[in-house]
């Protein structure tokens, strides 16, 4: 009995790992208006899209143009999947094994948030030191995204000292990266902690 319920969540397992690769190419193919309208892509709207729009009702994670709740419905199914994968391998799973999966989800939402502002303040460095035309409406897109949170680190740090633009980017960067190796290395501890496995 305890196999054929271990054999049940490694097929479910398997059907969740699936499913989180249609997720990923839906998401990744929404970035290209052009392929909207073929058919396969439609086939796979049909499958993927009831999940998504479930989670935009209930969330408003819109920053301007980005939609972020596609990185939650994906940290829901990689929990489900990382519990389903633990109750196959081992027949059970603890509180403390869910806990520690619910913190490396909502962990993997945050950290990929953090990589993708530092991304958008290196190309607003990068833009500053090279005297880039900053009013293309690319580098608008840029600067709506980034102004709020060096606005808001700098602001910490600095207080109401005036600092340059220049070094207000470099410490933002540095802020978020340290954030994100801290942030790391605590819930990999709390991960082993909680749960027992190697994250």
């Not at 869910?98 to 945050?110: E, F, G, K, N």
């Not at 980034?146 to 740090?157: A, E, G, T, V």
Request: net charge positive.
């Amino acid at each position: 009995m305890e196999g054929t319920v271990q054999l049940v969540f490694q097929i479910l397992a398997s059907f969740l790992s699936i499913y989180s690769l249609l997720v990923v190419v839906r998401i990744l193919l929404s970035w290209f208006p052009g392929t909207r309208h073929s058919m396969p892509v439609l086939i796979l709207s049909r499958i993927t899209d009831p999940y998504l729009d479930w989670w935009r009702r209930r969330l408003n994670l819109r920053i301007g143009f980005l939609d972020l709740s596609p990185l939650v419905a994906m940290a829901a199914l990689s929990a489900a999947n990382w519990i389903c994968t633990s109750f196959a391998r081992f027949g059970k799973v603890g509180p403390g094994t869910i806990l520690a999966i619910c913190l490396s989800a909502v962990w993997s939402i945050a950290s990929f948030v953090l990589g993708f502002f530092i991304i958008v303040l290196i190309l607003r460095l990068i833009a500053f030191i090279t005297s880039r035309n900053i009013y293309s409406p690319f580098w608008q897109v840029i600067d709506t995204i980034s102004r709020p949170l060096l606005f808001r680190i700098n602001r910490i740090i600095f207080g109401r000292k005036i600092v340059s633009y220049m070094t207000g980017i470099v410490v933002t960067i540095a802020v978020i990266g340290i954030i994100l190796l801290l942030g790391s290395y605590m819930v990999n501890r709390l991960f082993i902690m909680l749960s027992g496995l190697p994250l």
